[in-house]
């Protein structure tokens, strides 16, 4: 190959520019685009226009469009990316592309070592649709799609048939290629799989560059895996919670040190200038479950400013979001700040939990009476069976709607909606010694075991059982009951048939039951596309296992338990987001590959896609769960 001299006009630096310049053996000149005109073109052997620095797409001005238009005629190679129109084609006004990935259609030209039918995610980025009359109609080397699946399709004719969604192609001269979408900082913007985007980068840089490309050693803005593997377990735990200890605080999750609540987290939707999209509802369960990791690193450090934030937001959540007012609502917990009128159980559950260990290993009365209230609200209106509806609005709650609500059974069998519910209630009863809230627990979890495996299913197979865990373990500490444990026994052994050599464990939905299999962007959906898919979800399954493990091992003195635990825990080390963007660095997300060990999943769900990081039920889960193991000694003895 020969070494071309090449011009980029582009509005700002990015990836891609900085990349070429580093690359290129021999001359990279970068100017802004206003330089067109005064640019002699003739000295360079290709150009490049970068216009997805900006949302708004690069229109060129008419001199200097006629001037780039000479250079293609004359048949000089020109890479352009997201400009509004070029050679014969022009666009629509710009879309982002939160539910679409591009997919590799075409095999010629060959992009190295890239397989048909993979999928490239290029987040919540901008792109344009050429007019479809206007475009070359050869197959495109990438096509948008909106496709629910993990990393790959099958392509067939059908695939491109829709011209104006067409992301990467030549284009008529066949010197001209075309960029629809913003690539510029596909690094800042998290562009993944990461091996897969970089093929994709090389091959645009060897076409224009003329020489070979190496970006073997080109690293992504996050990476995973511990940075210290030969490091003794327990410290490598303790650095692991410590950096989601910081993600807390680095991030700005919590507010005034509590004082304030704390928000919701991020949104999966990460934009071209690598900024993401932040939740900043004040949902009463995240506070709650924040305030417990808290709790946990002042028991082992002795930090008392842990132990006041933690206070701040147990303060928080139960002097904002309990309805105190005398009447038949006395004791509902309230969702969020929003949906204000709104009580899901299992929600409440975990907002209460931390409250209840608190009050459980420390001795106090602390709120206590405030977490009665909740149940007991919660109590009166669970059905016969022991399970209590998806959730109770109040808008609805009449009094004769309360009244049906316990004398009918809630025929809701479902871990997703009741398990964390009934653990709530385990908890309290060993606290308060209640009956009612034992009686009740023992009864749902009855009806949801007596149908197992097959409970009401939200997100997949692999969640029910992850959430059935801790509630489990509890009733068999409160019961001491022989079928309790066998319950816990077989629930734990189901679910290694999805372990990962990883620690984890993975998606799986047999005979594709859950109710969350939406189509893409038309609500809430399951992570899984296809069982077998190396894809784990650390929003609504394996979070809720470092917990669950460690305290059926403290219940059970079963090593068994402990040794789940420890296998977890060190996917969780491995999994952790190490970057120096402080809004990710110390978090987990939602979606995780565990054969790449990098985000990667269906952007499908609505609200929380692969890169959602709830700072509750994820965040917070799971470093409770590793520093409950760190604080053995101190807990164990409780049991």
Known sequence: MKNNKVVVFTNKRSDFSNLLVEQSASEVIVLPTEEITKTDLNDFDGIAILGGVSDEPLLLDPKS?????????????????????????????????????????????????????????????MRLKPHDITCSKEIPMLQFVRQHAHDSIEVTDETYTEISDRGLWFDTPENLLICSFQISSFKQSRFGPWDEVKKVIA??????????????????????????????????????????????????????????????????????????????????????????????????????????????????????????????????????NEAWGVCYQDDVARALIPQLLK??????????????????????????????VARTDNIDLTKGKLQELKERPGNFPSAHYNAYYYAALLLAYKVTNIEAFKETAIKGLTTIMSIYPDTIRE?????????????????????????????????????????????????????????????????????VAKNGDPIVDMLYSNNWLPIGFIQAYWVTGDSLFKDLWTENCKFFINAQIKSENPQINGAWTRAFDVERMEVVGSPADMGWGPWAIESGWTVAEISSGLLMGLLEDQLRKHY
């Open 459 to 527: 997100q997949s197979e692999t969640e029910e059982y992850c959430r059935l865990i801790l509630p489990l373990s509890w009733l068999y500490w409160v019961s001491n009951n022989s079928e309790h444990k066998a319950w816990l026994y077989r629930v734990t052994n189901d679910l290694q048939n999805f372990q990962h050599q990883s620690g984890a464990y993975l998606e799986q939905d047999t005979g594709y039951k859950a109710s969350m299999r939406h189509e893409m962007g038309e609500g809430e959906s399951s992570l």
């Open 65 to 125: 469009r006629r001037a780039i238009e000479e250079q293609i005629l004359k048949g000089k190679k020109t890479f352009v990316e997201y400009v509004a129109s070029i050679g014969h084609v022009y666009s629509s006004p710009p879309e982002r592309t939160r539910y679409e990935r591009l997919v590799y259609c075409s095999p010629e030209p060959t992009i190295k070592d890239l397989k048909v039918g993979t999928l490239i995610e290029n987040q919540c980025g």
């Open 203 to 336: 091959f645009i840089m060897e076409w224009l560059l003329e020489q070979d490309i190496n970006l073997e050693d080109y690293q992504p803005a996050y990476s995973t895996i511990s940075a210290n593997p030969t490091l003794p377990f327990e410290v490598q735990l303790k650095e692991t919670a410590h950096a989601a200890k910081d993600w807390f605080e680095n991030a700005g999750i919590i507010l005034d040190e509590g004082k304030s609540g704390a928000i919701e987290g991020l949104g999966t939707e990460i934009y071209s200038d690598g900024s993401q999209r932040i939740s900043k509802i004040l949902r009463a369960d995240c506070i709650g479950e924040i305030s417990l990791p808290y709790l946990l690193d002042y028991l082992l450090y002795g930090d008392p400013r842990s132990l006041k934030v933690s206070e701040n937001l147990s303060d928080f959540v139960f002097e904002n979001y309990l309805c105190m007012e005398p009447g038949d609502l006395f004791g509902m917990m309230r969702w969020t």
């Open 359 to 388: 009050c459980y290993y420390l001795k106090t009365d602390q709120h206590l009476e405030a977490c009665v209230h909740a149940l007991r609200f919660l109590v009166q209106t669970t059905g016969t069976d022991g399970t209590r």
